[in-house]
């Protein structure tokens, strides 16, 4: 699709916002939801690592934390960013998840759009409901980048991103409209709404839509996630489209996270297979080795006959789907290039809502940084600070306040027959889809705030 410095630029603009989507478990959904990129022990490497046929983003060596997650002072003028919540997460073990879902029911281009989804493996937690109009920003200098989103709908519920590279060398935007199924034992979010990557030097931009990702057993039983569907990355200047796919777990969790796609041009010639786990790694190999490989491949090798299900079995899963057992990792086919490859999560991570090392810094509130942060920036949202300093009575007395003031400021909308603007987003059509979305209207880095709505 694209050279490595491309899928380098690529990522690092925008795995951050789906890792800090996810961090909106616990808040802002004004990044998506099931979307958060997981090249784990921390997304983005400092040095900005390049390495032939893969990408290791991993902040984990030079993220050095004390005590606690104390960050040690700086060396050589890095900034140290903690690598540790305030507290740990509070156990599931002493409520009901049903109580919760009653209130909530109603190409290197390729390597990256698969990383984006990889860390919500084990990532079940219930978010925080997001807020209308709450906002995030991000810049990092030191990564050549600057972020804001909105939660621009209640209503259904609908994120808006937009994220730019600091030397103009990419825009990556879009908005994150999950539309929920509940089907009993489960919660499948469907995603809504169009991912767009512009690497500007080249002049390329590339689109696509997330997969499906369901959540199993949420009654009772072991959460746990699997993602499916097809999802097309189309290169609007050449033409070529990329198509993976994410495949179901099956009936004994045999095809559990593996993905399998290819590359073709324009004239739907297939230029490079691509095959993986979106939980591990990804590798490409030319379509003539592949299906050579495939074609002598003996049978049996590299799947484990299924056993029978006795009654017993059955019976339980009529109310528990059981949690696939992880088959072997990736075979890896001769002269297959690495793509991608996930790295650990670090130690605490279990601790820690199953967080990467880039998310667990995401939240934190650095002195001086409330003077100059919108108002709506959901760092300083009550209810997340208390959930994360493990004070959960204070978490759940601010967050029925806060939502019982959205519901009054609805109310006075609707009295005074007004409708609520967004602020940094508006409606208006993709320039290469030509679909409906959400861009950004600009303004927000000049920092002023003045007519941001009190939603805190």
């Given at each position: 699709?694209?050279?490595?410095?491309?899928?380098f630029d690529?990522?690092?603009?925008?795995?951050?916002?789906?890792?800090?989507?996810?961090?909106?478990?616990?808040?802002?959904?004004?990044?998506?939801?099931?979307?958060?990129?997981?090249?784990?022990?921390?997304?983005?490497?400092?040095a900005?690592q390049?390495?032939t046929?893969?990408?290791?983003?991993?902040?984990?060596?030079?993220?050095?934390s004390?005590k606690?997650?104390?960050?040690?002072?700086?060396?050589?003028?890095?900034?140290?960013r903690?690598?540790?919540l305030?507290?740990?997460?509070?156990?599931?073990?002493?409520?009901?998840?049903?109580s919760?879902?009653?209130?909530?029911?109603?190409?290197?281009v390729?390597?990256f759009?698969?990383?984006?989804?990889?860390?919500?493996?084990?990532?079940?937690?219930?978010?925080f409901?997001?807020?209308?109009?709450?906002?995030y920003?991000?810049i990092?200098?030191?990564?050549g980048?600057?972020?804001?989103?909105e939660?621009?709908?209640?209503?259904?519920p609908?994120?808006?991103?937009?994220?730019?590279?600091?030397?103009?060398?990419?825009?990556?935007?879009?908005?994150?409209?999950?539309?929920?199924?509940?089907?009993?034992?489960?919660?499948?979010?469907?995603?809504?709404g169009?991912?767009?990557?512009?690497?500007?030097?080249?002049?390329?931009a590339?689109t696509?839509?997330?997969?499906?990702?369901?959540?199993?057993?949420?009654?009772?039983?072991?959460?746990?996630?699997?993602?499916?569907?097809?999802?097309?990355?189309?290169?609007?200047?050449?033409?070529?489209?990329?198509?993976?796919?994410?495949?179901?777990?099956?009936l004994?969790?045999?095809?559990?996270?593996?993905?399998?796609?290819?590359?073709?041009?324009?004239?739907?010639?297939?230029?490079?297979?691509?095959?993986?786990k979106?939980?591990?790694?990804?590798?490409?190999?030319?379509?003539?080795?592949?299906?050579?490989?495939?074609?002598?491949?003996?049978?049996?090798?590299?799947?484990?006959?299924?056993?029978?299900?006795?009654?017993?079995e059955?019976?339980?899963?009529?109310?528990v789907?059981?949690?696939?057992?992880?088959q072997?990792?990736?075979?890896?086919?001769?002269?297959?290039?690495?793509?991608?490859?996930?790295?650990?999560?670090?130690?605490?991570?279990?601790?820690?809502?199953?967080?990467?090392?880039?998310?667990?810094?995401l939240?934190?509130?650095?002195?001086?940084?409330?003077?100059?942060?919108?108002?709506?920036?959901?760092?300083?949202r009550?209810?997340?600070?208390?959930?994360?300093n493990?004070?959960?009575?204070?978490?759940?007395?601010?967050?029925?306040?806060l939502?019982?003031?959205q519901?009054?400021?609805?109310?006075?909308?609707?009295?005074?027959?007004?409708?609520?603007?967004?602020?940094?987003?508006?409606?208006?059509?993709?320039?290469?889809?030509?679909?409906?979305?959400?861009?950004?209207s600009g303004?927000y880095?000049?920092?002023?705030?003045?007519?941001?709505?009190?939603?805190?």
């Amino acid at each position: 699709m694209n050279s490595e410095e491309e899928f380098f630029d690529a990522v690092t603009a925008s795995s951050f916002f789906m890792e800090k989507s996810l961090m909106m478990e616990n808040g802002c959904r004004a990044m998506p939801e099931c979307f958060d990129s997981d090249n784990s022990s921390g997304e983005f490497s400092e040095a900005n690592q390049k390495v032939t046929g893969m990408i290791d983003l991993d902040t984990s060596k030079s993220n050095r934390s004390g005590k606690n997650g104390e960050r040690t002072p700086q060396e050589n003028g890095i900034k140290k960013r903690r690598t540790s919540l305030p507290a740990p997460m509070f156990t599931r073990s002493d409520f009901s998840v049903w109580s919760i879902l009653k209130k909530c029911i109603g190409l290197a281009v390729a390597a990256f759009a698969v990383s984006a989804v990889a860390s919500q493996w084990e990532r079940t937690g219930k978010p925080f409901n997001p807020l209308l109009g709450e906002t995030y920003e991000l810049i990092r200098d030191d990564l050549g980048f600057r972020f804001i989103s909105e939660q621009v709908s209640h209503h259904p519920p609908i994120s808006a991103f937009y994220s730019e590279g600091l030397t103009q060398d990419f825009i990556f935007h879009g908005s994150i409209y999950p539309k929920l199924k509940f089907w009993g034992k489960s919660v499948e979010a469907e995603p809504r709404g169009t991912i767009t990557l512009e690497l500007l030097k080249h002049n390329e931009a590339y689109t696509w839509t997330n997969p499906t990702c369901c959540v199993h057993n949420i009654i009772i039983g072991k959460l746990w996630i699997e993602q499916y569907g097809t999802v097309e990355i189309l290169n609007h200047r050449t033409g070529d489209k990329c198509v993976l796919n994410f495949k179901p777990c099956g009936l004994f969790g045999k095809e559990l996270h593996k993905i399998e796609g290819y590359i073709q041009d324009k004239s739907k010639k297939k230029l490079f297979v691509i095959y993986g786990k979106w939980t591990e790694c990804l590798w490409g190999i030319d379509p003539v080795s592949y299906e050579y490989y495939k074609k002598h491949e003996r049978k049996g090798d590299h799947q484990k006959k299924a056993k029978a299900v006795d009654d017993s079995e059955k019976s339980e899963s009529d109310v528990v789907d059981e949690v696939p057992e992880i088959q072997d990792t990736v075979q890896v086919i001769p002269g297959s290039e690495l793509l991608w490859r996930i790295n650990t999560r670090p130690p605490n991570s279990s601790q820690m809502y199953n967080f990467t090392s880039f998310t667990v810094s995401l939240n934190e509130l650095e002195k001086g940084m409330e003077k100059i942060l919108a108002p709506t920036d959901c760092r300083l949202r009550p209810d997340i600070r208390g959930m994360e300093n493990g004070n959960m009575d204070l978490a759940s007395q601010e967050k029925e306040r806060l939502e019982e003031k959205q519901r009054e400021a609805r109310k006075e909308r609707a009295k005074d027959e007004q409708e609520w603007h967004t602020r940094w987003f508006y409606q208006g059509i993709n320039p290469y889809t030509g679909a409906s979305d959400w861009l950004y209207s600009g303004g927000y880095f000049d920092r002023n705030f003045s007519d941001c709505p009190d939603i805190y």
